[in-house]
């Protein structure tokens, strides 16, 4: 065997012993993480155990459905002015709203506060009954208020005065109270005309549907002028609702229920949908606060009981390279779990706007379905 040249071997020596202790380092600082992980770590998969599942939006609407309307407060007000003593249908426009109105409310249960404002049922239709008349506005029967008293109120209304309808409105909105629901509170006005009294009846109809009461404002012209038409339909939009002009009492009856149980069932899926979403957010965010708070509780701790821990490696004289090995492990443990925690959060992200965006197509598609029935309704 040749003689292998001095330096070259004694380079390769002392290679062989630096290999070995890089191991045996390696080795050593991977038995003392996982004795430091035994005594004072703890469980960071367990932040991730609890799952969010995202709540899909409600059942589509059943439109012109036998249920009732689901609202609970509903206030009905009605034109006393004098040109309600007009007749449709063999009848005077007064008697044929009185039927239709007592018919409706008849038809609805009890678990609806109902109740009743009548307008422009004082003074007379001449200018000298005129400021008595456009001070005509009267809750005849307070929301919640029984079903008889409704109907005796309701039959002693006579065409008589003007038609305050902006003040109308506004007396109807004293009846009703604060809601985090839209449409959870509907008035109905039934009219034959529109403000004969200086008020502005969209801004009150707007006022109360974009107030903390949040009510539907739905107007219904019985045998209403064509001038008098676009003037309501004008208060109906502003108050979130609808309008439906009819010729007589029994079409005024239809458009009353039928009208009430699309609006309930709108205002279902409105509601449902809403809270569909709000509550698929409040669960990412929710899901990801215990997240983050569960592991950054765990990282704290364990940074504090690694701190004691070096310093009684340092008294035990551990070398240095492995204290630093265990400190670049214990690191690396909670980068991983940050970063488990952010794609977490991506994919809840992703999928609560996935199951938001199919809420909200299926509200719109609801929304389009309702919409498309108004319009025949109307024509």
């Not at 012109?64 to 004098?82: H, N, Q, W």
């Not at 004969?196 to 404002?217: E, F, H, M, Y």
Request: a negative charge; one cysteine or more; charged letters at 25%.
């Amino acid at each position: 065997m040749k003689n292998l040249p001095l330096i070259p071997m004694m380079l390769w020596l002392g290679f062989l012993p630096s290999m070995v202790t890089a191991q045996d380092m390696t080795e050593d600082a991977s038995d003392l993480f996982e004795a430091f992980l035994s005594e004072h770590g703890e469980d960071l998969d367990g932040c991730f155990d609890e799952l969010v599942e995202m709540r899909s939006g409600p059942e589509g609407p059943d439109l012109d459905s036998d249920k009732p309307p689901v609202p609970k407060r509903l206030l009905v007000a009605v034109d006393a002015s004098g040109s309600m003593a007009g007749r449709v249908g063999g009848v005077s426009k007064m008697e044929a709203a009185k039927s239709a109105v007592d018919r409706f409310l008849g038809t609805l249960p009890d678990t609806i506060d109902v109740g009743l404002v009548a307008f422009g049922h004082t003074g007379n239709n001449e200018e000298s009954g005129k400021a008595l008349s456009c001070e005509g506005v009267e809750v005849l029967a307070p929301a919640g208020s029984v079903p008889g008293m409704i109907s005796t109120q309701i039959d002693g209304l006579t065409a008589t005065g003007w038609t305050p309808l902006a003040d109308a409105i506004v007396a109807a909105g004293t009846e009703l109270q604060t809601s985090d629901i839209e449409g959870e509170q509907i008035v109905y006005v039934v009219s034959d005309g529109e403000e004969t009294c200086g008020g502005d009846p969209v801004a009150a109809a707007r006022a109360l549907n974009q107030s903390d009461i949040k009510a539907v404002v739905n107007i219904i012209g019985l045998d209403l002028p064509a001038a008098d038409r676009q003037a309501l339909q004008a208060v109906a939009s502003a108050g979130g609702g609808v309008f439906e002009g009819v010729s007589d009492a029994e079409q005024l009856f239809d458009a009353l229920s039928v009208r009430a149980r699309n609006i309930g069932e709108m205002t279902r899926v409105r509601a449902m949908s809403g809270h569909a979403i709000a509550a698929n957010n409040s669960a990412v965010g929710g899901a990801m606060l215990r997240v983050n708070t569960c592991t950054a509780g765990i990282i704290t701790r364990e940074n504090r009981a690694f701190g004691e821990w070096q310093r009684a490696q340092r008294a035990a004289e551990t070398a240095p390279e492995i204290i630093d090995a265990v400190s670049d492990m214990k690191t690396e443990r909670h980068n991983a779990s940050r970063d488990r925690a952010r794609e977490l959060y991506e994919d809840l992200s992703t999928a609560n706007d996935g199951a938001n965006a199919t809420i909200r197509d299926a509200a719109d598609a609801a929304e389009e379905e309702f919409d498309l029935l108004e319009k025949e309704t109307d024509k």
